[in-house]
């Protein structure tokens, strides 16, 4: 079973840009569809991104289209979220997930990181 631990978070301002990166365990890495969720204050665990096995599909929430990139490294059994043009909206904790499908349901992934705070400021 995978292990995924996620880093990377912070504070920024509005129209700023961090990288969040989720390293995983084991060897079984590149076996998994990967994604990102964030959760804010008393909402739902919302979809953010999912990249596929080998990186070719990638799959986003319209909120994040064209500011947010889901990257993977199979070599360094790492995955990666690139943000940038950050909106005070996005402030939640982000959590990477693993599971064998680029869906946006929660559900389908098996595998889940502790999270880290994002907050963007205005």
């Known amino acids: 079973q995978v292990q995924l631990v996620e880093s990377g978070g912070g504070l920024v301002q509005a129209g700023g840009s961090l990288r969040l990166s989720c390293a995983a365990s084991?060897?079984?890495?590149?076996?998994?569809?990967m994604a990102w969720f964030r959760q804010a204050p008393g909402k739902e665990r919302e979809f953010v991104a999912a990249i596929s096995r080998g990186g070719g599909s990638t799959n986003y929430a319209d909120s994040v289209k064209g500011r947010f990139t889901i990257s993977r490294d199979n070599a360094k059994n790492t995955v990666y979220l690139q943000m940038n043009s950050l909106k005070p909206e996005d402030t939640a904790v982000y959590y990477c997930?693993?599971?064998?499908?680029?869906?946006?349901?929660?559900?389908?992934?098996?595998?889940w990181g502790q999270g880290t705070q994002v907050t963007v400021s205005s």
């Open positions: 997930a693993a599971g064998w499908s680029t869906s946006a349901r929660p559900y389908e992934y098996h595998t």
């Open positions: 084991g060897r079984t890495f590149s076996s998994y569809t």
